[in-house]
């Protein structure tokens, strides 16, 4: 489809409707308080805000099959066509397995009861059984950049980067269900509005954002990040929301730093500096931390030992607290944070490493070599009721 920018008249309209008929189904102050209930494996419950949409993701609340599961760390390299098992209370390497070529990302199911290996050059998913660590028969997906769940697990959704095309399958068998073409050159990683109606997602090589109704599946329109042709075009890379679910944080590789977005009105209402080549997000376990990655270049081909560094920022004051330094350099890009929120991982891209961060200290614990260009790894098991996706989005 040709690139459309957004009609915010049209959009807005949307919005109201959208929110009259969810104020007509209950949607009131006090029902927005309502807390979610969510069974843990020692049978108590944990209670999910809608205050703060992380809130289920808590240090140690494991869901029963999350708790079964073990605790390993799954690194692809990208170049190696392989994945590296970590031990994470050794902090070795305990087996590489092979996998198809250029695996970019580990992927939690919805349901939390296997994991996925993202094999994007081979246009197949390689399935790992997390209760034993052990890896399955690939299983043939088309252009498996990245992959996402829908908020109510109708639908696993396979980010077709190449392609250009968010293609919605069945969460289990993997089978193509709708393809929504995008205009969108180089779409990567997406995040969900607190309502679960609207999905938006990054357009990496194009420097735009694109809106996506999941009701109707299909775009809503497209913001540009960089509408000044005088200026370096954006290069948007991971996407998460605040807590409360008011402001989408976008990181952006190219102008060193995240867009705050607003995600109903999907307009720009600010901007903080991070670092060089602005890339990963994580929150912390409690939601009142966003830890982001630079690597520490503004291309895809970095270098050994390059500025890269981890920021944090507080989303309530909305500004960055503080500054994690790699001793020797670095190039950290995707991470996790463990599950009792006490160290963060992140994959060294282009020094062949994983890094581990005291999240308490911001000090660097541990330096891990795995194979080559490690991207999108997974500590597992993570807090939550669900999975969204990408290497652990949870909620």
């Given at each position: 489809?040709?690139?459309?920018?957004?009609?915010?008249?049209?959009?807005?309209?949307?919005?109201?409707?959208?929110?009259?008929?969810?104020?007509?189904?209950?949607?009131?102050?006090?029902?927005?308080?309502?807390?979610?209930?969510?069974?843990?494996?020692?049978?108590?419950?944990?209670?999910?805000?809608?205050?703060?949409?992380?809130?289920?993701?808590?240090?140690?609340?494991?869901?029963?099959?999350?708790?079964?599961?073990?605790?390993?760390?799954?690194?692809?390299?990208?170049?190696?066509?392989?994945?590296?098992?970590?031990?994470?209370?050794?902090?070795?390497?305990?087996?590489?397995?092979?996998?198809?070529?250029?695996?970019?990302?580990?992927?939690?199911?919805?349901?939390?009861?296997?994991?996925?290996?993202?094999?994007?050059?081979?246009?197949?998913?390689?399935?790992?059984?997390?209760?034993?660590?052990?890896?399955?028969?690939?299983?043939?997906?088309?252009?498996?950049?990245?992959?996402?769940?829908?908020?109510?697990?109708?639908?696993?959704?396979?980010?077709?980067?190449?392609?250009?095309?968010?293609?919605?399958?069945?969460?289990?068998?993997?089978?193509?269900?709708?393809?929504?073409?995008?205009?969108?050159?180089?779409?990567?990683?997406?995040?969900?509005?607190?309502?679960?109606?609207?999905?938006?997602?990054?357009?990496?090589?194009?420097?735009?954002?694109?809106?996506?109704?999941?009701?109707?599946?299909?775009?809503?329109?497209?913001?540009?990040?960089?509408?000044?042709?005088?200026?370096?075009?954006?290069?948007?890379?991971?996407?998460?929301?605040?807590?409360?679910?008011?402001?989408?944080?976008?990181?952006?590789?190219?102008?060193?730093?995240?867009?705050?977005?607003?995600?109903?009105?999907?307009?720009?209402?600010?901007?903080?500096?991070?670092?060089?080549?602005?890339?990963?997000?994580?929150?912390?376990?409690?939601?009142?931390?966003?830890?982001?990655?630079?690597?520490?270049?503004?291309?895809?081909?970095?270098?050994?030992?390059?500025?890269?560094?981890?920021?944090?920022?507080?989303?309530?004051?909305k500004k960055v607290v503080a500054k994690w330094a790699?001793?020797?350099?670095?190039?950290?890009?995707?991470?996790?944070?463990?599950?009792?929120?006490?160290?963060?991982?992140?994959?060294?891209?282009?020094?062949?490493?994983?890094?581990?961060?005291?999240?308490?200290?911001?000090?660097?614990?541990?330096?891990?070599?795995?194979?080559?260009?490690?991207?999108?790894?997974?500590?597992?098991?993570?807090?939550?009721?669900?999975?969204?996706?990408?290497?652990?989005?949870?909620?």
């Amino acid at each position: 489809m040709p690139f459309v920018p957004i009609h915010r008249l049209t959009l807005l309209a949307t919005l109201t409707l959208a929110s009259a008929t969810s104020i007509g189904c209950g949607d009131t102050d006090s029902s927005r308080a309502i807390r979610s209930r969510m069974h843990l494996s020692n049978g108590s419950v944990a209670l999910a805000s809608t205050a703060n949409i992380y809130s289920a993701a808590g240090a140690g609340a494991l869901s029963p099959a999350a708790a079964r599961v073990k605790p390993l760390v799954y690194v692809p390299n990208s170049r190696s066509a392989s994945v590296s098992v970590i031990d994470p209370a050794t902090y070795e390497v305990v087996r590489t397995f092979s996998t198809g070529h250029i695996p970019q990302h580990v992927v939690p199911s919805y349901d939390m009861t296997r994991l996925w290996v993202l094999n994007n050059q081979s246009s197949t998913v390689t399935p790992i059984d997390p209760v034993t660590g052990e890896n399955g028969t690939p299983v043939h997906v088309d252009d498996p950049y990245n992959m996402y769940f829908t908020p109510d697990g109708k639908y696993a959704i396979v980010v077709a980067e190449r392609r250009r095309r968010l293609d919605f399958r069945d969460p289990d068998s993997l089978t193509l269900v709708r393809s929504l073409p995008t205009d969108c050159k180089g779409i990567d990683h997406m995040d969900f509005t607190s309502d679960n109606r609207y999905l938006i997602a990054t357009c990496e090589f194009s420097g735009h954002l694109v809106k996506v109704d999941l009701r109707t599946l299909s775009v809503v329109g497209y913001l540009d990040l960089e509408p000044d042709v005088s200026k370096a075009m954006a290069m948007p890379q991971d996407i998460r929301s605040s807590p409360d679910g008011s402001i989408f944080y976008v990181a952006d590789m190219h102008h060193d730093g995240v867009h705050l977005l607003d995600p109903v009105a999907f307009k720009t209402v600010g901007f903080l500096a991070t670092g060089i080549g602005t890339h990963g997000l994580n929150p912390s376990r409690d939601g009142k931390l966003l830890y982001v990655t630079n690597r520490g270049w503004h291309t895809t081909a970095g270098g050994h030992r390059g500025p890269g560094s981890v920021s944090v920022i507080d989303p309530a004051a909305k500004k960055v607290v503080a500054k994690w330094a790699l001793p020797g350099g670095g190039s950290p890009d995707m991470g996790n944070v463990s599950a009792d929120g006490k160290e963060y991982w992140v994959s060294g891209r282009y020094d062949d490493e994983v890094y581990v961060f005291d999240t308490a200290t911001g000090q660097l614990k541990h330096r891990i070599s795995v194979g080559r260009e490690p991207h999108g790894l997974c500590v597992w098991p993570q807090p939550g009721r669900f999975s969204l996706g990408h290497t652990g989005n949870m909620r």
